[in-house]
């Protein structure tokens, strides 16, 4: 298990656990990051220091202090 921070750009992996406060972790799995959901960084843009994400065919931008609380794993590809 790992931070969502510390993937390289163009990797894939399944989100197993979304951390923070109850309010914070509902606004993301209202869009769509639930556990066992599979992503990919797409990049990173240093201003405002975001990260994009693949989700589900859509991209979402998220601050780095705030997917530092998602913790992922290796992708499970069949």
């Known amino acids: 298990m790992t931070q969502l921070t510390q993937l390289s750009v163009g990797s894939t992996a399944s989100?197993?656990?979304?951390?923070?406060?109850?309010?914070?972790?509902?606004?993301?799995m209202e869009l769509g990051l639930l556990p066992g959901t599979q992503l990919k960084l797409v990049r990173h843009v240093k201003v405002g220091n975001l990260l994009e994400l693949e989700v589900r065919g859509c991209h979402l931008s998220l601050r780095s202090a705030d997917a530092q609380m998602l913790m992922v794993g290796s992708a499970n590809v069949s």
């Open 15 to 28: 989100l197993l656990e979304v951390g923070g406060t109850r309010s914070f972790r509902r606004r993301l």
